[in-house]
């Protein structure tokens, strides 16, 4: 009928039947305005977007606006179609993806990729697990040499390194373990170490609201030793500095020191 409807119209004062043919408009609204009368929405067509501050949504990592049945998958849901993907890449590299060494290459790569990126389905809710304490304590508390693992966002190679964390308590402590916890959450992610310094030290901050914090990474990126100008013994050092590390000299130095011993 091309956009238009057959509409029936009673003429009482004829005693007679009067077809009329009469245009009604469709067209698909924005999430930005609101229907206008005499219009009607495409049917399905949700009025509001679904962002991660929607009720029920928020922790969604793979949102899609237009799913009414909205289901976000798991991250195991994910491995055949990365399979696939490492399949093709074989295949590019000029391999041949069906002989026996490689004949379950694409699915391993695909779960160790997801474990080098495991940090994205965790918080720092999940991982403090009510593990904040009160107590009477301000000295200088030091965890230093954490191991760390993680994947260069700009190669997808990985860097590995140490990496360690001070704070001064404001009467509340954080279990020795989830200092580790924390460092673990942001590395197992696609990341630049100077990114990495930072969430680390802003992490502990929220988690118990300290005097200052203190982080200094050490590491060793392999996209400048396997490639590129391939310095083999070269290291990359950074630091974020919170609070009275940042405005005290002397507690800054303190920390450095109590590092470097």
């Known amino acids: 009928m091309n956009g238009s409807a ?21 067209r698909t609204v924005s999430w930005q305005e609101e229907p206008q009368d005499g219009e009607l929405d495409i049917v399905g067509t ?41 399949r093709l890449l074989l295949t590019s590299l000029g391999e041949n993806p069906d002989r026996q060494g490689l004949l379950k290459t694409p699915e391993r790569a695909a779960k160790a990729m997801l474990f080098f990126t495991k940090g994205y389905d965790q918080t720092l809710e999940d991982v403090l697990n009510d593990a904040v304490f009160d107590e009477d304590h301000d000295e200088m508390v030091v965890v230093k040499d954490i191991e760390m ?27 020795l373990s989830k200092l580790a916890r924390i460092v673990e959450i942001y590395s197992r992610r696609l990341q630049v170490q100077e990114r990495l310094t930072k969430q680390i030290a802003l992490a502990v901050t929220k988690a118990v609201e300290p005097a200052g914090v203190a982080v200094v990474v050490e590491g060793v990126h ?9 310095k083999i013994n070269s290291k990359t050092v950074t630091s974020t500095m919170l609070g009275v590390f940042r405005e005290d000299p002397k507690t800054r130095e303190e920390f450095l020191n109590l590092v470097q011993s």
């Not at 057959?6 to 469709?26: C, G, L, M, W, Y």
């Not at 929607?54 to 798991?74: I, Q, S, V, Y």
């Not at 693992?149 to 279990?175: A, D, R, T």
Request: aromatic share 8%.
């Open 222 to 230: 392999m996209c400048m030793v396997m490639r590129g100008v391939q």
């Open 46 to 86: 949700p009025r509001t977007p679904r962002t991660s501050t929607t009720p029920g949504h928020e922790k969604c990592t793979f949102h899609h606006d237009l799913e009414l049945d909205h289901r976000p998958p798991t991250r195991e849901a994910l491995l055949p179609d990365m399979s696939r993907s490492y």
């Open 149 to 175: 693992f993680s994947m260069c966002e700009h190669h997808l190679v990985p860097f590995y390194g140490k990496v360690s964390i001070g704070y001064l308590p404001c009467k509340k402590i954080l279990g």
């Open 6 to 26: 057959q509409i029936t119209k009673f003429d009482n004062s004829e005693d007679h039947i009067v077809k009329k043919s009469a245009p009604i408009r469709v």
